[in-house]
């Protein structure tokens, strides 16, 4: 979804993206540029101007998020993995199929810092909260780290404010509440393998989700504007 609400924007694995106005019901088909193959994993920026999706090879392209002009391939030494923009739209942060985080300056399109999750072997997923505090890590293996947002542009090796490990296998999503008071994080291996932690206490809730309410394979997590209400997909498609 674009950041007015009007536009819905689907990828997928061959050349093409898809868009469906919401307002006027139309739909269309239209091709990428030809340097970047697919739109399987992309995330807009907070300012409505740019589109980041993961390429090969340690790529991340930048797009005009209206337009969907490419402009300009950024570099990492590792395949990119997951993607996060600042709120300031002027960084973008990728994590990698290693142990390292890397930083863009998106205004001088290169690299500002590199820093290591600490104990992370693969890297699969990363977030920021709404309030720009922190910064959530996760690997393959499970792990979640939690930063202090700015800590991670000051050392190569910052260590995490908190390290959970309630989840036993590969993260597949992490993500804040608007309000930055609940990260919510879940596991596409393992039935109902989804957790949320509490902040500022960094406590996991103990009773959710409940033996009566199986959740499936939990791939996606999404929280409402206002914090009412967790979405969450399933491998299963629910």
């Known amino acids: 979804m674009d950041n007015d609400g009007q536009e819905l924007i689907v990828g997928g694995n061959d050349h ?41 090879f340690g790529e991340v392209h930048l797009l005009h998020a209206v337009t969907k002009e490419l402009l300009c391939t950024l570099k990492q030494e590792y ?67 939690i930063y202090n947002y700015e800590d991670v542009f000051l050392k190569k090796l910052p260590q995490p404010v908190k390290a959970i490990s309630n989840l036993t296998t590969e993260v597949t999503d992490l993500n804040f509440n608007p309000t930055s008071e609940m990260l919510a994080m879940c596991s596409s291996d393992t039935n109902s393998a989804l957790k949320i932690v509490h902040f500022p206490t960094a406590t996991v809730f103990n009773n959710f989700p409940t033996q009566n309410a199986p959740l499936g394979k939990p791939t996606v997590l999404a929280f409402s504007p206002l914090s009412g209400f967790l979405g969450v997909g399933t491998v299963e498609g629910n």
């Open 16 to 56: 093409f993206y898809h868009t469906y106005n919401l307002l006027s019901g139309q739909k269309y088909r239209s091709r990428l540029p030809r340097e970047i193959r697919a739109l399987k994993t992309f995330e807009l920026s907070h300012c409505g101007k740019y589109m980041a999706t993961i390429g090969e």
């Open 79 to 145: 395949q990119s993995t997951s993607i996060n923009f600042s709120k300031d739209s002027n960084k973008l942060f990728s994590h990698s199929d290693d142990n390292e985080v890397t930083i863009f300056d998106l205004r001088k399109q290169r690299i500002e810092h590199r820093f290591v999750d600490n104990g992370c072997v693969n890297g699969t997923s990363l977030t920021i909260s709404e309030n720009e505090k922190l910064l959530a890590t996760g690997s393959r293996q499970g792990f979640v780290n």
